[in-house]
């Protein structure tokens, strides 16, 4: 507590309101490329974890955004489509997947979803919360369940299917896909998921347009593109990371008998502590000689 009060370090990850608020405005930028002239519903394919992105795109429909369904992608960690599709928020052992990033089983802002679509009733969002936590799940009633199910769809991918896609985009495309980005795609081409979209657009003869949230950079999941037989792109600032190559490796794969989580604690304190007394340092007033 002291070091994150001292360097004013705070979580950035979907735990954190102010992440959540930030990718909501992602989802008015992405409708306006699709509907510039807001003429029609928007559906969204999105990876999904711990649901923090999903939920800003819940926020952004609360808004008033015209975003049709929110399509949630799992992989084999699968409580977000166990929730949405029957209401079972029950925590399953945590599976390792090719998009590790998603290897969650305690999604947390499904808190923050209960509590925007039972229109913020705290009461009712604590009891099904709580419950979960303490390992003795209470199954969402029909009636929430249903307000649910007016924003958003689920869909749970294998790594199988991950790779499948990774492959299959490649061909068509020439793009790279990193695996957490493709359990989103394979969920949004899949017919009937499109045909259950359908389902909540206006009368027209063209479906809704279906956005893919893209998540990561393919380079950081050079595993799975191995896996997948598509080639890693290149990014600069994973290539300036493998120049010190032992720093790289070693807090990738730690050696078994160190904790992975406190060897990257370690280093992130080592470098903000460093980069604190360069600033102090350059700060100093220099004497004039």
Same mark, same amino acid.
Request: proline share 6%; with cysteine.
């Given at each position: 507590?002291? $070091?994150?009060?001292?360097?004013?370090?705070?979580?950035?990850?979907?735990?954190?309101?102010? /992440?959540?608020?930030?990718? !909501?405005?992602?989802?008015?930028?992405?409708? =306006?490329?699709?509907?510039? @002239?807001?003429?029609?519903?928007?559906?969204?394919?999105?990876?999904?974890?711990?649901?923090?992105? !999903?939920?800003?795109? @819940?926020?952004? *429909?609360?808004?008033?955004?015209?975003?049709?369904?929110? @399509?949630?992608?799992?992989?084999?960690?699968?409580? +977000?489509?166990?929730?949405?599709? /029957?209401?079972? =928020?029950?925590?399953?052992?945590? +599976?390792?997947?090719?998009?590790?990033?998603?290897?969650?089983? $305690?999604?947390?802002?499904?808190? /923050?979803?209960?509590?925007?679509? !039972?229109?913020?009733?705290?009461?009712?969002?604590?009891?099904?919360?709580?419950?979960? &936590? &303490? #390992?003795?799940?209470?199954? =969402?009633?029909?009636?929430?369940?249903?307000?649910?199910?007016?924003? $958003? =769809?689920?869909?749970? +991918?294998?790594?199988?299917?991950?790779?499948?896609?990774?492959? !299959?985009?490649? /061909?068509?495309?020439?793009?790279?896909?990193?695996?957490?980005?493709?359990?989103?795609?394979?969920?949004?081409?899949?017919?009937?998921?499109?045909?259950?979209?359908?389902?909540?657009?206006?009368?027209?003869?063209?479906?809704?347009?279906?956005?893919?949230? @893209?998540?990561?950079?393919?380079? *950081?999941?050079?595993?799975?593109?191995?896996?997948?037989?598509?080639?890693?792109?290149?990014?600069?600032?994973?290539?300036?990371? *493998?120049?010190?190559?032992?720093?790289?490796?070693?807090?990738?794969?730690?050696?078994?008998?160190?904790?992975?989580?406190?060897?990257?604690?370690?280093?992130?304190?080592?470098?903000?502590?460093?980069?604190?007394?360069? #600033?102090? &340092?350059?700060?100093?007033?220099?004497? #004039?000689?």
């Amino acid at each position: 507590r002291e $070091f994150m009060a001292t360097h004013k370090v705070v979580s950035i990850n979907s735990i954190n309101w102010a /992440r959540v608020m930030v990718q !909501s405005t992602y989802y008015f930028w992405a409708y =306006l490329q699709l509907r510039p @002239l807001v003429d029609g519903p928007v559906h969204f394919a999105v990876p999904t974890g711990a649901f923090g992105n !999903s939920v800003g795109g @819940l926020v952004a *429909k609360t808004m008033g955004l015209p975003i049709g369904k929110i @399509l949630c992608a799992t992989n084999a960690n699968d409580v +977000v489509h166990r929730t949405i599709t /029957r209401g079972d =928020l029950s925590i399953a052992p945590n +599976v390792m997947t090719v998009s590790p990033a998603m290897d969650i089983q $305690f999604a947390y802002n499904v808190e /923050r979803m209960l509590y925007l679509v !039972s229109g913020g009733d705290t009461t009712v969002t604590a009891k099904y919360m709580m419950a979960a &936590q &303490q #390992r003795k799940p209470i199954p =969402l009633p029909m009636d929430l369940l249903k307000k649910v199910q007016q924003t $958003f =769809l689920s869909f749970a +991918v294998t790594d199988e299917e991950t790779c499948g896609t990774m492959a !299959s985009v490649y /061909r068509e495309s020439g793009l790279t896909l990193d695996p957490h980005s493709a359990v989103g795609v394979h969920a949004a081409r899949l017919s009937h998921i499109k045909a259950v979209m359908r389902m909540g657009d206006a009368p027209s003869s063209e479906a809704a347009p279906i956005c893919c949230v @893209l998540t990561a950079h393919p380079a *950081k999941f050079e595993d799975a593109c191995a896996k997948a037989g598509v080639p890693v792109a290149t990014c600069d600032k994973v290539e300036r990371l *493998k120049t010190i190559r032992h720093a790289f490796e070693w807090l990738r794969a730690p050696p078994k008998n160190v904790n992975k989580l406190e060897a990257w604690a370690a280093h992130i304190k080592r470098a903000v502590e460093e980069a604190a007394a360069r #600033r102090q &340092q350059a700060a100093k007033p220099r004497s #004039r000689l």
